[in-house]
């Protein structure tokens, strides 16, 4: 029996090796294209033009979209990126009032130390950032270059468009003229207090529009800084940079001190405030509140370095060795440059005050109509004359100076519907449509987890997962919430 088994095997030949080898190789090569390469190449195309996936992180929006909140954006709906450029496809539709939109933070810069000369943009790993490619290190620095948080995303509300005319009063919004009443989706106010900050002040402007010119010289500081922003939002491949000066009776003054500068404490004053205390080495006895007002020694040169580097370095660009340099950016906000200029011109008044109320005490003593006039033109002849403060702005484009800026794409104003927790455009100023990156479509997954019970590098946690999921949520049309 033994030997008929071994008569009816099939002998195995050299070549029937090679021919089973090759069917084996060709299988997993076609097993790999398949399971492997072709759903991963179908999947980066669909994230680079169709979709955008975006966690929410903080509570602007609330309760509207909730932290935790994982969503879905449409990127083909105002325009996919082009691969390698800073181009875009044409857009279905322009953003709308009324949309949720996704886009990218205009208060950090695009390219690491806001240089697009020095890097070049690699790639973008998703979740772990940003590549870029320094033409210039440092010794001893790699030439790559890490962008691990940034340039960050946003998600917002778009409360107005070019052309409309935005103010905020007491906390509400107006858009040409109408006082919204309202907040869409299901937003809040939340604030029992109303100050002068950016959140619940801001006089009426124009939200501008392709073609409009904007003068430098015209604009308040703040908006400056909101121009700054617009000109780098449109102008990705060039430097931006914003030039302060002080002159004092028309010479340059700018390490001058001011000795009784008044900073509004404020939730976007925040590194103003930091700096204050710094450098009076002050200690307040009582606890201070949004709203409230101190005063001391500050010097110009802080503002003026703060707005020619328009981002804070978190991490020190000098750090040597390693694979990649890690880079990281707080931005500055704008509205200190108001503080800037308000005490800037208390500095002009003083004076001129001073001579006008003693020109008044003289006449009143004298008693006589005639010789009051004569008194108080002579008081105020004989005053000196108070130096006169003034600030210098240059802002240049690639290194050309900048006396006006034609508007090239669309504007939109963006506020949160938390209105009174959102930094949003009453702080940052516009966002041009270049910077929109999807519209919020719908919420995919939603996990609530504040209390942080819940932890992945503890399996102890893993039993409360079920119970962090906000079931009702998961799949909501995000325009149909309200």
Known sequence: MEQNQEKTETPKTETGKTEQKCLTAKSVIKGLFRE????????????????????????????????????????FTYGSPVPFSNQKLPTITDPKVGDVAIFRYPGEPEYPDGNPHRYTHLFNAL???????????????????????????????????????????????????????????????????RTMSPRDEREAFVVPSVGDTLYVDSLSLDKVWWLRSLIAQENPNDSVRLDLSLLKDGVETNNYDFENFRIPVENDRGLAINEFFRRNRMVFQQRLTQGDTISGVMSFAYFKEMARICYLPMLDPHAKGGLTRQVSYLGFEG?????????????????????????????????????DSIKSDSAIANVPASPRFEIR????????????????????????????????????????????????????????????????KNPFTWWRLPFKIRWSRLGKMIHLID
């Not at 996936?53 to 954006?73: R, Y």
């Not at 290194?399 to 938390?418: E, R, S």
């Open 335 to 371: 509205s200190m440059l108001q503080d800037l200029e308000d005490n800037v011109n208390a500095l002009n008044v003083p004076a001129e005050v001073a001579a006008v109320d003693s020109a008044a005490v003289d006449s009143a003593t004298a008693n006589v109509a005639a010789a």
């Open 393 to 456: 702005r240059s802002l240049t484009l690639d290194g050309k100076k900048l006396d006006y800026y034609v508007v090239q794409t669309p504007q939109y104003f963006m506020m949160g519907d938390n209105r009174d927790n959102s930094a949003d455009s009453r702080y940052w100023g516009y966002v041009s449509l270049r910077n929109m990156r999807a519209k919020a479509f719908v919420i995919y997954f939603s996990f609530d987890n504040d209390d942080e019970t819940f932890s992945l």
């Open 36 to 75: 492997i390469i072709v759903p991963v190449a179908l999947a980066l195309i669909v994230i680079q033009y169709v979709i955008q996936a975006f966690q929410i992180p903080s509570g602007s929006m609330e309760d509207t979209l909730k932290t935790g909140d994982f969503l879905l954006g449409l990127k």
């Open 127 to 193: 979740m772990l950032g940003n590549f870029y490619w320094d033409h210039q290190p440092e010794e001893g620095q790699p030439h790559l270059v890490h962008y691990a948080d940034g340039p960050k995303d946003y998600i917002k509300r778009c409360v107005a468009v070019s052309g409309d005319t935005v103010a905020v009063h007491g906390g509400r919004l107006f858009v040409n003229g109408v006082r919204q009443d309202t907040i869409p989706g299901r937003g809040k106010w939340t604030s029992p207090v």
